[in-house]
């Protein structure tokens, strides 16, 4: 048992960021992990030539499962629904080769696909799988796993495209919160997009709106309108969130905003506000 933990903790991180790509929640991608680890506990590991193989299969048709469940829970969600912010300070890739599917606009795109392609897509973009490895994973074959990959592409390449380096994004963020705070709907319009859309995501709280918000002059009157109430009391600190700086808003010390933005050469495309407490538990780690 004792070699068991020890393989497990190895690959533990990975499975973590595998998981939370798939669910875009901590919560979720933590009772995944556990439910792996349950199994790896349960196996006859002396049979397991590859652990990697095997908790990566675990793990990745386990959150496919739970995503198909996922899908039909959120029509009753409150508003709309946005990943859950989790800091990547101490892990810019969240256990992946790359820092691929973090990002809130590609994960907001990952949304649109099947399972299968979203694993497909997160195996190879973020955890560089072979594709004869993804095809055993997600049982098909491998002219099948190429096939899965290039569609989730094509979905994503607008996504991919749009954003500009995050010190660019930085400053659109800091423009925007200033421009917020003093209520000027024309300093707003200014940073915006054409097609800027404002997401809330509240789950029914106060102040969070239940619709999305779109176009530039709409979405310009809709943050001046709540100036004067919104950002009393509140102090704003910048964090790393899902590879992308972002601020959070907190009051007496409790986080209760976390304020993303997806930018362009156009300016801000999405703007993106995270109010739901149940996922505002992880951003805890201020960066100056």
Do not use: C
Not at 30 to 52: K, N
Not at 65 to 80: D, F, K
Not at 108 to 132: G, V
Not at 156 to 179: G, I, N, W, Y
């Amino acid at each position: 048992m004792e070699d068991a933990v020890q393989v497990f903790a190895g690959h533990r991180r990975r499975l973590f960021g595998i998981a939370y790509r798939m669910l875009g929640t901590v919560s979720d991608a933590e009772d995944i992990v556990q439910e792996t680890w349950i199994r790896w506990q349960g196996t006859d590991r002396s049979r397991v030539t590859d652990p990697a193989a095997f908790l990566t299969t675990i793990t990745t048709r386990l959150s496919i499962n739970v995503l198909q469940s996922a899908r039909s829970h959120r029509e009753t969600y409150i508003g709309p629904w946005l990943p859950e912010p989790v800091n990547t300070d101490d892990d810019p890739t969240l256990g992946a080769e790359r820092a691929e599917a973090l990002q809130f606009a590609i994960l907001l795109t990952l949304e649109k696909l099947t399972p299968a392609e979203r694993a497909a897509y997160i195996l190879r973009e973020a955890f560089d799988y072979p594709y004869p490895r993804i095809a055993d994973i997600l049982s098909t074959t491998v002219v099948n796993a190429r096939q899965l990959v290039s569609r989730a592409r094509s979905h994503l390449a607008s996504a991919r495209h749009a954003d500009v380096e995050p010190k660019h994004q930085r400053r659109l963020l800091r423009a925007f919160l200033t421009a917020a705070q003093k209520g000027d709907a024309q300093d707003l319009e200014e940073l915006f997009a054409d097609d800027v859309v404002s997401y809330s995501d509240g789950n029914g709280i106060k102040l969070a709106a239940r619709i999305p918000v779109v176009g530039r002059t709409r979405v310009a009157k809709f943050v001046a309108a709540f100036a004067h109430h919104f950002w009393t009391g509140k102090h704003i600190d910048w964090v790393q969130v899902n590879g992308q700086p972002a601020a959070a808003l907190s009051e007496e010390g409790t986080v209760t905003t976390v304020v993303v933005v997806t930018t362009s050469k156009d300016g801000i495309r999405q703007l993106l506000w995270v109010m739901s407490p149940d996922k505002l538990g992880h951003v805890t780690s201020v960066s100056v």
